[in-house]
């Protein structure tokens, strides 16, 4: 995880941070969905075939604004899926390789 300041978190338990201001007139869920894409701006370009910011929510409201904003957005569900899948995949690889 990594916060809108560019740190990184290996553990959300207990954790705050304090919000770079700006103007939040949208709202949070504006607010949110901004963080997530100037993340993907930062890291534009690094390595271009991994997604550069996902926001993870169960609203399909946000999921909905977000995608209208250029934001790709997941539930806690399907990304869950994704890594599951993403493992077999790996295992799977590891299997033939032996």
């Known amino acids: 995880m990594i916060t809108q300041q ?6 959300l338990a207990g954790r705050s941070q304090q919000l770079l201001s700006r103007n939040t007139e949208d709202g949070i869920d504006a607010l949110v969905i901004q ?3 100037d993340q993907a701006d930062r890291h534009s370009g690094r390595i271009p075939s991994v997604e550069k910011a996902v926001l993870v929510t169960g609203d399909q409201d946000i999921k909905d604004y977000a995608k209208s904003r ?6 806690g569900c399907d990304l869950e899926k994704m890594f599951l899948a993403k493992g077999a995949k790996g295992e ?6 032996a």
């Open 6 to 11: 560019g740190n990184g978190l290996s553990n």
């Open 92 to 97: 799977e690889a590891r299997s033939k390789n």
């Open 35 to 37: 963080v997530v894409q």
């Open 70 to 75: 250029g934001v790709h957005a997941v539930s």
